[in-house]
């Protein structure tokens, strides 16, 4: 393997909460790595850890033992204001129900990562506009989120994701409530991204959707289970069969 | 920065529009509180100053021994009318006081009802015997012609002075100057001069120094005696009183205490019993206003802290449950890089421009309300710049102090449950 920039590595992460007596081991000594690049999923059946893990990667909770570092600084230490800051500058949250925030419009949105980095402005006003025609909605800037369909209002959170040119995209199940044609599009959404150089790390259940990644990484009771290789070749081939319009 | 706080403002409104009735109803406890608020201290004041007119229009410096019909004797009066009844304040006590309070000027008064008639103009009102001294005690002017002076005293000169009002109704037409009025059956009075308008209150007994007729003391005993006789709607009284009143000017008010005393031991020696002298100390009066003011604000303060703190609970309940229903909002807000200090400014900013709407409302119409409040109930109102802030202030402080603490409970949730929130 050719190398490659790691932008972000666990190194035996443990993750235990306490319920009553009794402790729960969610994550038991992972160790994986995301490099530049990489379209990873992540799967494993209910219980597996794939949420644990997921929360883990988008600095929403802390390890209980092990090392997360993200760029090249480990975050498994950090203060909580820290980890806002790097939630803010260094991934872009794309959430299975949309998460887009029902008041504000599609730009004001697009602005609130930028914002709480006090970086609104014209600036990002540009930016939004760029990002909202990059997924097709350039049109639809003044409109609220609930005026638009499911794949539009992913696309706007996939843009709203960009925003702060995050290290890595972080999708929890990006595709979970849409239906099989919407779901190809936001899946042809993200191969275009990737194909331009965006990371992307998925968790999902949908093995169709795993296909199109590079790579798949199996979780089975808070371990890692097995690290699969897709070549791009069996991915396109697989996701044509999915969206049933590919050669 | 301020296109920032501006944009947070904007937001916050924003996030206040989604909840139109909420919202109004939340900003209107507000709006009543600071309202009343205002409202009250405006009525408060304005009662204060009228109170304090009325004292100073007394004199703060002055002391006065004013003689009154005994209660017992009211019913003395109906079995034997033709005994006249003797009471009050007399020439040698007022020579006593004069005597007792060497740095004071005394002014003696005689108050008797009579008819006054100027050609077809007629008018009953009360003749004031008094001295040259009255009008400096008394703090009046005279607008036109002269006051009386010790030489119609001496020479118990038919000379009168008129009181504002009693001049306008005796003399519609003419000037009254040099002009003679009949007072009762058969004494001519010539007009030597006219007082300036008073406004006041305070006068004889309940008679306003503006109607009042003026004429030398001397010449009052002399015209009309010591012994009184009213006939009124039917009933016949005769009374035996030398002076209505003697007013005392103390030289300023730090020697009022000292002279109230001198005073009202003299008067007690001689009517303790009689009970029919009455020592009235308007710098006292003022004090005890003063004080009853205090404890009146005190208690206004109270029920506008309730009512600021009733609106502030409402404002903290809303609060809560905004904080409840926008918990994902939170939480991606979180997700998105807030920190825990972005979500309280967040939720103070919206709880402040809820109270601070209210604020701004309440402020216009607690300006309207003393308005009306005069209109309506003849009550005078003053409505003071700093009691308009101080409203406004603590209206806006309730919002940020109420807010705290939801805003507080939006920042310390977790981000993860925040997210998975439904």
């Given at each position: 393997m050719t190398e490659r920039e790691i932008i972000a590595e666990f190194v035996d992460v443990h993750r235990h909460y306490t319920m009553g007596d009794n402790i729960v081991r969610?994550?038991?000594g992972v160790s994986m790595q995301v490099a530049r690049g990489d379209y990873l999923t992540i799967m494993g059946r209910s219980g597996s850890g794939k949420s644990t893990m997921l929360n883990l990667l988008g600095c929403l909770d802390r390890p209980t033992s092990g090392e997360y570092r993200v760029g090249n600084r480990d975050?498994?230490?950090?203060s909580d204001d820290a980890l806002s800051d790097v939630r803010g500058r260094e991934i872009g949250f794309i959430f299975q129900s949309f998460?887009?925030?029902?008041?504000?419009?599609v730009l004001e949105n697009l602005e609130v990562p930028l914002f709480y980095q006090n970086r609104v402005g014209a600036e990002s006003r540009k930016k939004a506009e760029y990002l909202a025609d990059r997924v097709g909605?350039?049109?639809?800037?003044?409109?609220?989120?609930?005026?638009?369909?499911g794949g539009q209002q992913q696309r706007v959170a996939i843009a709203r994701a960009l925003m702060n040119d995050p290290l890595f995209l972080l999708a929890d199940e990006?595709?979970?409530?849409?239906d099989s044609n919407t779901e190809a599009e936001i899946l042809d959404l993200f191969d275009d991204l990737r194909s331009d150089g965006v990371t992307i790390v998925m968790v999902t259940h949908n093995p169709a959707v795993a296909e199109r990644a590079d790579r798949t990484l199996w979780l089975k009771d808070g371990e890692v289970e097995k690290l699969i290789e897709n070549t791009r070749q069996t991915a396109t081939v697989a996701a044509g069969d999915a969206a049933g319009e590919q050669a | 920065m301020i296109q920032g706080s501006w944009r947070i403002v904007r937001l916050g409104l924003k996030s206040l529009m989604l909840h139109k009735l909420r919202s109004s109803l939340t900003t209107a406890g507000i709006l009543f509180g600071v309202a009343s608020v205002i409202a009250m201290l405006a009525v408060g004041e304005g009662a204060k100053i009228e109170a304090l007119e009325r004292f100073r229009d007394m004199g703060v410096t002055n002391l006065i021994a004013r003689s009154k019909k005994p209660a017992e004797s009211l019913s003395n009066s109906q079995q034997s009318a033709w005994m006249p009844i003797g009471y009050g304040l007399q020439f040698e006590e007022a020579d006593l006081i004069a005597a007792s309070l060497p740095d004071a000027t005394v002014i003696r008064i005689r108050e008797i009802k009579k008819n006054m008639q100027r050609g077809e103009n007629f008018r009953s009102s009360i003749v004031v015997g008094t001295e040259a001294d009255f009008l400096e005690v008394a703090n009046m002017r005279v607008r036109e012609g002269r006051w009386l002076s010790n030489v119609d005293n001496e020479r118990l000169a038919n000379v009168c002075v008129l009181g504002a009002t009693l001049s306008r109704l005796l003399f519609p037409l003419e000037n009254p100057m040099g002009q003679t009025i009949l007072v009762g059956d058969d004494d001519r009075y010539r007009v030597v001069g006219v007082l300036a308008e008073?406004?006041?209150?305070?006068?004889?007994g309940s008679t306003p120094y503006d109607e009042c007729m003026f004429i030398p003391i001397n010449t009052s005993n002399r015209r009309f005696g010591v012994i009184l006789t009213n006939r009124s709607g039917g009933s016949f009284s005769r009374e035996r009183v030398e002076l209505h009143e003697v007013k005392v000017k103390m030289p300023d008010s730090t020697t009022v205490p000292a002279g109230a005393k001198i005073l009202r031991d003299l008067v007690e020696r001689q009517h303790k019993d009689k009970n029919d002298v009455l020592v009235t100390v308007p710098l006292e009066l003022l004090k005890q206003e003063e004080e009853s003011k205090r404890m009146f604000n005190i208690v206004l303060a109270v029920i506008a802290s309730i009512s600021l703190l009733v609106g502030g609970i409402g404002i903290m309940n809303v609060m809560l449950a905004t904080v409840t229903e926008r918990t994902r909002e939170i939480g991606i807000r979180r997700a998105l890089g807030a920190k825990r200090k972005h979500i309280i400014q967040q939720f103070l900013v919206e709880s402040g421009v809820l109270s601070a709407l209210g604020g701004v409302v309440g402020v216009a119409l607690g300006i309207v309300l003393p308005f009306l409040i005069t209109i309506w109930f003849d009550q005078k109102t003053i409505i003071l710049p700093h009691h308009v802030g101080l409203a406004f202030g603590i209206s806006a402080a309730v919002g940020v102090v109420f807010g705290i603490y939801p805003a507080w409970r939006a920042a310390n949730m977790d981000p993860v449950d925040a997210l998975r929130h439904e």
């Open positions: 969610a994550l038991n975050v498994s230490r950090l998460n887009l925030i029902p008041q504000l419009t909605l350039g049109q639809r800037l003044e409109h609220k989120p609930l005026e638009l369909s990006a595709t979970g409530n849409l | 008073q406004g006041r209150t305070a006068g004889a």
